[in-house]
């Protein structure tokens, strides 16, 4: 399977450098694309860039079988301007990475042409991940458009390669950035908080981040390992009289929870 990511910027070069370490797809048969000279010099010189590598995003694409857009929202009409006219929808799939770009305007970006005789709509997706797509991590979502179940179970299956990857409906998308993408945020502000506090408690700042991080990963391997929920987890810490449950009625008291819900529904 060929792979080619239309921009290798933090995403696009993440992405690739995951799925060279997956088992699905080797680095020999990924191809990245580069707009500016600049870029295209510091990768080529970069030993740790170890995938095909061109500025022409038509030579790039022709041979490929998933296409990934990984450029700004602003530049998805431009490249796919420059594409359409080598794709072939019946035996490739695109991925778009650009937030905010619906299947209605990318299925008007790649059908645009004044002598279609009938239009085949493309099969698309849209695809959403995190910043831990870095370290393999990321929470991401994908939602299809004009796919079938083989298509979608494939761009599924390459995207868990980078962490975790779930199927939604397209209206999900901007929930899900939320969520996931702005969530990687929010739970940062949290654990920065959690070490000031550690700090004001009498330990040094490396100490209390050594603390709070992995007491956060803690966390997180517990819900993931017993499959049980926050709530479970917090009764069993939350003895009757004891620190946790003052601690947690005063966070609540300064509106902990609905802070958190009016962040995520003010970021969708």
Same mark, same amino acid.
């Given at each position: 399977?060929?792979?080619?990511?239309?921009?290798?910027?933090? &995403?696009?070069?993440?992405? /690739?450098?995951?799925?060279?370490?997956?088992?699905?797809?080797?680095?020999?048969?990924?191809?990245?694309?580069?707009?500016?000279?600049?870029?295209?010099?510091?990768?080529?010189?970069?030993?740790?860039?170890?995938? !095909?590598?061109?500025?022409?995003?038509?030579?790039?694409?022709?041979?490929? =079988?998933? &296409?990934? *857009? $990984?450029?700004?929202?602003?530049?998805?009409?431009?490249?796919? $301007?420059?594409?359409?006219?080598?794709?072939?929808? =019946? !035996?490739? &799939?695109?991925?778009?990475?650009?937030?905010?770009?619906t299947f209605d305007?990318?299925?008007?970006? *790649?059908?645009?042409?004044?002598?279609? =005789?009938?239009?085949?709509?493309?099969?698309?997706?849209?695809?959403?991940?995190?910043?831990?797509?870095?370290?393999?991590?990321?929470?991401?979502?994908?939602?299809?458009?004009?796919?079938? %179940?083989?298509?979608?179970?494939?761009?599924?299956? @390459?995207?868990?390669?980078?962490?975790?990857a779930m199927l939604?409906?397209?209206?999900?998308?901007?929930?899900?950035?939320? *969520?996931?993408?702005?969530?990687?945020?929010?739970?940062?502000?949290?654990?920065?908080? /959690?070490? %000031?506090?550690?700090?004001? @408690?009498?330990?040094?700042? !490396?100490?209390?981040?050594?603390?709070?991080?992995?007491?956060?990963?803690? /966390?997180?391997?517990?819900?993931?390992?017993? !499959?049980?929920?926050?709530?479970?987890?917090?009764?069993?810490?939350?003895?009757?009289?004891?620190?946790?449950?003052?601690?947690?009625?005063?966070?609540?008291?300064?509106?902990?929870?609905?802070?958190? &819900?009016?962040?995520?529904? $003010?970021?969708?």
């Amino acid at each position: 399977m060929k792979i080619t990511i239309i921009g290798a910027g933090n &995403i696009g070069s993440a992405i /690739a450098h995951g799925l060279a370490k997956g088992s699905r797809v080797s680095s020999s048969d990924i191809t990245c694309t580069v707009q500016t000279e600049e870029s295209f010099d510091r990768l080529t010189n970069n030993p740790d860039f170890r995938f !095909k590598l061109t500025r022409n995003n038509m030579e790039a694409v022709k041979d490929a =079988d998933v &296409i990934i *857009l $990984a450029v700004k929202p602003w530049r998805i009409e431009e490249v796919i $301007a420059q594409i359409r006219t080598v794709l072939n929808f =019946d !035996k490739q &799939i695109i991925v778009s990475v650009a937030a905010g770009i619906t299947f209605d305007q990318l299925n008007s970006f *790649l059908t645009h042409k004044a002598d279609y =005789d009938y239009i085949s709509l493309p099969p698309v997706f849209r695809v959403m991940p995190n910043t831990a797509i870095e370290v393999m991590s990321s929470m991401t979502f994908v939602s299809a458009s004009n796919a079938n %179940e083989e298509q979608t179970n494939l761009v599924l299956d @390459l995207f868990r390669e980078l962490g975790n990857a779930m199927l939604v409906e397209e209206r999900l998308m901007g929930p899900g950035t939320a *969520l996931a993408s702005s969530g990687i945020a929010f739970a940062m502000r949290y654990m920065r908080a /959690a070490i %000031e506090g550690g700090v004001e @408690l009498g330990f040094y700042p !490396k100490e209390a981040q050594e603390i709070v991080v992995h007491t956060v990963k803690g /966390a997180v391997d517990l819900l993931l390992t017993n !499959k049980s929920n926050p709530e479970t987890e917090i009764d069993k810490v939350t003895t009757p009289g004891g620190v946790t449950i003052r601690g947690l009625n005063e966070m609540e008291l300064s509106g902990f929870t609905s802070s958190v &819900i009016r962040g995520l529904k $003010a970021s969708k």
